[in-house]
């Protein structure tokens, strides 16, 4: 049987975090949440994740800087980028830079969760072989 796979959301609007950890928790995933990517970032520092779900736009550390942090640290570790900012040129962008998938605002959970299954499906399978 798989261990248990642990997910890390950081976005500064409270609610994102407050609706996507219990409905992610209830999938069989560990969360951790954060409203500020600084103590997220210092968290990334200290433990892996084997997924990041992080916003794009924040104060201090934006998401495309927390993705290339994490990336350097963790490679394995996948990144999902929410954003009410997404463009073209952004999208393509993350994905060229190797962000699994980038998700506009304002989303439903179930997408998000669908994308999350697929990912731990993913990670769960290379760690079995």
């Not at 104060?59 to 954003?83: C, H, Y």
């Not at 994308?115 to 731990?120: C, P, R, T």
């Amino acid at each position: 049987m798989s261990r248990q796979l642990e997910i890390l959301i950081l976005d500064d609007e409270e609610i994102v975090c407050t609706r996507l950890k219990p409905a992610l928790e209830k999938a069989g995933y560990r969360v951790e949440t954060f409203t500020d990517s600084r103590e997220a970032k210092g968290r990334l520092e200290k433990r892996r994740f084997d997924i990041v779900v992080t916003d794009l736009k924040m104060a201090n550390v934006d998401g495309m800087e927390l993705f290339r942090f994490v990336k350097e640290r963790w490679p394995k570790t996948e990144v999902i980028i929410i954003s009410g900012f997404v463009t073209v040129d952004v999208t393509r962008t993350a994905l060229h830079a190797g962000v699994r998938d980038i998700i506009p605002k304002p989303f439903k959970i179930e997408q998000l969760k669908d994308l999350i299954n697929k990912v731990a499906d993913e990670i769960s399978r290379s760690q079995d072989k």
